[in-house]
């Protein structure tokens, strides 16, 4: 993971600029997993002897003080068993409560391990908990959410690998959900470079299921999936912020990328790519309000439609300077598909390359504020003005690649008819006009904008 993002800035993000009254500071020094002999004395002291990172945490509870628990490199497996009871630290699961901070070595190198038995980390309603520099994996939630973390309270993380965590449902129980972090109704939780990887969920949220609050700026969340429902990457039914981020090579039933179910969402500066659903939506299944600015999709599948987008029910989608290119539906709409209830409008925006059976490009009612390149409108229907719309026409797009960016777009390659093919307007990203820097952050004031999330360079 790059560390260069982990400096005074993390520190000021993740204290969010407040002052609190500082507490002790416990220096972890043994991987062993034990219990603190009195906790709420002071002391981190474990029944095996040592301060344990459960110890630690202990301690840290009995406090009404901001508390930091420093966690060296190291492999610290959870083997104290879970009685059923409540999930105190005591037993099983690591209750995290108040205010505590834990500061790991790197990702690399410290490691927290759920065995495959237990949840890892837990936090309660109302408590302020930040997590950097460590790996959190192998978790399990049997018949519950959030294997790897389960978040009530407020939650940051920093420099932090979810990962191979597992979510499982039972008969008896709430089918299994965000296998990585579970953001509870009650919770708001912020990522900064952080990576949801490998983990597995039965229900929906293969990586994340948020239902609070959640913002995931310079991370990506990758290869997870859920087993029998939606939202392989990301489950939203809250508010979720995704910026300078990667959602890719998830899968799930609809919505292999993102399901967003009557939730608010915003993409900026990202991409969602590779990502296959067995049924609609390769990238995204939306019923609810989603706003995309600077966003490239690509190269995402599905077995039904909507091989970039589907959009259903009363969902609403806003594009602004995306690139919406290369994915492929079995059903309609390779790029979008909507239904004849929900809604889609596009300004400056790209749908090119896609593949569907019916409506390459785009399925549905789509409405047009200017400035868009379709290659393909058969299967869909274009409303709106359509000022300086470019029909029928390929975008001449390279492959997906970094591009000197923080996330990977599709460059526009010379004689592309996007290219200052944009709303003449001055690039403020407001009244129709381009957003003021393209996906990389290259500004669009050098003349007129281009069509899509990248911005070329020479003018």
Do not use: W
Request: proline letters at 2%.
């Amino acid at each position: 993971m790059d560390r260069k993002l982990v400096s005074s800035l993390t520190l000021a993000l993740l204290l969010g600029g407040t002052t609190h009254a500082l507490g002790a500071n416990l220096n972890v020094d043994t991987t062993a997993d034990s219990p603190d002999l009195k906790p709420g004395d002071g002391q981190c002291a474990s029944k095996a002897g040592g301060c344990t990172l459960r110890a630690a945490i202990e301690e840290a509870n009995a406090t009404t003080l901001a508390d930091t628990i420093n966690l060296p490199p190291g492999t610290y497996a959870l083997t104290v068993a879970s009685t059923g009871g409540p999930d105190f630290a005591q037993s099983g699961v690591l209750f995290l409560n108040g205010e505590v901070q834990i500061l790991g070595g790197d990702a690399a190198s410290t490691v927290v391990d759920g065995g495959g038995k237990l949840r890892v980390f837990e936090t309660e309603k109302d408590s302020t908990i930040s997590l950097m520099g460590l790996t959190v994996q192998n978790g399990l939630a049997d018949g519950s959410s959030g294997a790897g973390i389960l978040n009530r309270g407020h939650l940051k993380l920093a420099d932090v690998v979810v990962r191979n965590n597992r979510a499982q449902g039972t008969p008896l129980n709430a089918s299994g959900a965000g296998a990585g972090v579970a953001n509870a109704e009650t919770g708001t939780a912020t990522f900064l470079n952080v990576r949801i990887e490998g983990n597995t969920a039965d229900g929906r949220g293969g990586g994340v299921a948020n239902s609070g609050e959640l913002q995931v700026m310079n991370s990506t969340i990758a290869g997870n999936a859920s087993l029998t429902d939606d939202g392989g990457g990301i489950v939203n039914q809250g508010t979720l912020s995704l910026l300078l981020s990667e959602v890719t090579g998830n899968r799930a039933k609809s919505g292999a990328g993102l399901d967003n179910i009557e939730g608010s969402v915003k993409l900026t500066d990202s991409t969602l790519a590779d990502n296959a659903a067995s049924s609609d939506g390769g990238a995204v299944f939306n019923s609810g309000t989603l706003a995309a600015v600077n966003t490239t999709i690509s190269g995402n599948t599905a077995g039904g439609a909507g091989g970039g987008i589907a959009n259903r029910a009363e969902g609403r989608v806003t594009l602004n300077n995306a690139t919406v290119a290369g994915n492929t539906a079995t059903g309609a709409g390779g790029g979008v598909a909507s239904a004849a209830t929900a809604a889609v409008a596009l300004a400056n925006s790209i749908l090119s390359g896609n593949t569907g059976s019916t409506g390459a490009d785009c399925s549905g009612v789509v409405t047009s504020g200017g400035y868009n390149l379709v290659q393909s409108e058969g299967g869909c229907t274009l409303q709106g003005a359509g000022d300086g719309d470019v029909i029928g026409k390929d975008a001449q797009l390279a492959v997906l690649a970094k591009n000197d960016g923080p996330t990977r777009s599709r460059a526009l390659q010379a004689g592309s008819p996007a290219i200052d093919g944009g709303n003449p307007g001055k690039a403020t990203g407001s009244g129709g006009t381009c957003a003021p820097a393209d996906q990389r952050g290259v500004a669009r004031d050098k003349g007129r904008c281009d069509i899509g999330a990248y911005e070329t360079a020479a003018k």
